[in-house]
């Protein structure tokens, strides 16, 4: 009989958020599969568990799911942690529950600590809905259509970022977000634990060194926000309307599909205007 895949939450910061079935399961499995092992390590002695480990990183998921499935599949109990939270959100492990479920292996969550959830609950931000995006993209084209998500959303969004990264992302989001509430929620359940509250622009002016891990909760664009960009658009003439998503950064298609959505005629006859446009 094949043994279990374990997806284990580990701590984001405070050794102490980590449930007791989690210990349990670490301690009973025959292997820890592991995206640091060196770090899943400070864990293991916190918890005095001592456990043969594999590494399972994005580097080498393809070649290290196929290892793992063969030890599940030969009944060995399996254990899979990433360095910080919850396997899988914004960390390895998809790969490995996707083929573990293909060969009919059972897949048991251990829910514990993840950075978003962590987040949203003390940010004060509408958390009946939200969109989790993950990381920004760093592809110009794939970060603008984010953006431009993010831009319309009509719900929570919530982002990861690095510190190094944090400033470029704030400055793309100035003209996205404008006036609606951000929450970067830094160091949580660390020592330097805080929650930095302002618009965009107000966040650059209070930030000066980024430091730490963060996540970035954005307010929801209201609904009467996307009308008054709607009626303003509805003003413009064909001319200015080309103009305005210009400004933004979209290439000549993106443009003719987004002016075509918003006055809700056909692409052709859009395109047919701006057709020597370059
Ligand atoms: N799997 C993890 C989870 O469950 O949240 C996320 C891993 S992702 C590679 C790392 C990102 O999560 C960081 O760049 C940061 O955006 C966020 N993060 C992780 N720990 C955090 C913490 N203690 N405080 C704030 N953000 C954190």
């Not at 499995?29 to 594999?54: G, S, W």
């Not at 009946?128 to 431009?148: M, Q, S, T, V």
């Not at 020592?191 to 302002?198: F, K, P, R, S």
């Not at 290439?251 to 002016?259: D, L, R």
């Amino acid at each position: 009989m094949s043994g279990i895949l374990y997806i284990v939450a580990t701590p984001i910061g405070n050794l102490e958020d980590i449930t007791l079935r989690a210990i349990r399961i670490l301690k009973e499995v025959d292997i820890i599969a592991a995206e640091d092992t060196r770090h899943t390590l400070k864990l293991l002695n916190h918890l005095e568990i001592t456990k043969p480990m594999i590494s399972y990183h994005r580097h080498n998921e393809e070649i290290k799911t196929d290892e793992l499935i063969h030890q599940l599949l030969e009944g060995k109990n399996i254990a899979l942690v990433s360095d910080a939270g919850t396997p899988v959100i914004s960390d390895p492990g998809e790969e490995i529950v996707k083929v573990a479920l293909e060969q009919d292996i059972k897949v048991t969550p251990i829910p514990g600590p993840c950075a978003l959830i962590t987040a949203l609950i003390a940010s004060g931000i509408d958390a009946k809905e939200f969109a989790f995006l993950g990381f920004l993209p760093l592809n110009k084209k794939n970060r603008k259509e984010k953006l431009i998500q993010i831009e319309k959303q009509e719900i929570t969004s919530i982002l990861y970022e690095a510190p190094h990264k944090l400033m470029q992302t704030l400055e793309d989001l100035v003209d996205i977000t404008k006036q609606r509430k951000i929450v970067l929620a830094r160091e949580l359940t660390k020592i330097h634990e805080e929650c930095i509250y302002g618009t965009a622009e107000e966040l650059l002016n209070k930030i000066k060194e980024p430091k730490g891990e963060y996540v970035i909760i954005i307010e929801k664009n209201e609904k009467t926000e996307i009308q008054e960009e709607k009626e303003m658009l509805s003003k413009l003439t064909f001319e200015e309307h080309y103009h305005y998503y210009e400004k933004i950064g979209l290439n000549k298609k993106e443009i003719i599909k987004q002016i075509a959505k918003d006055r809700n005629v056909n692409k052709n006859e859009i395109y047919q205007k701006f057709i020597n446009k370059a």
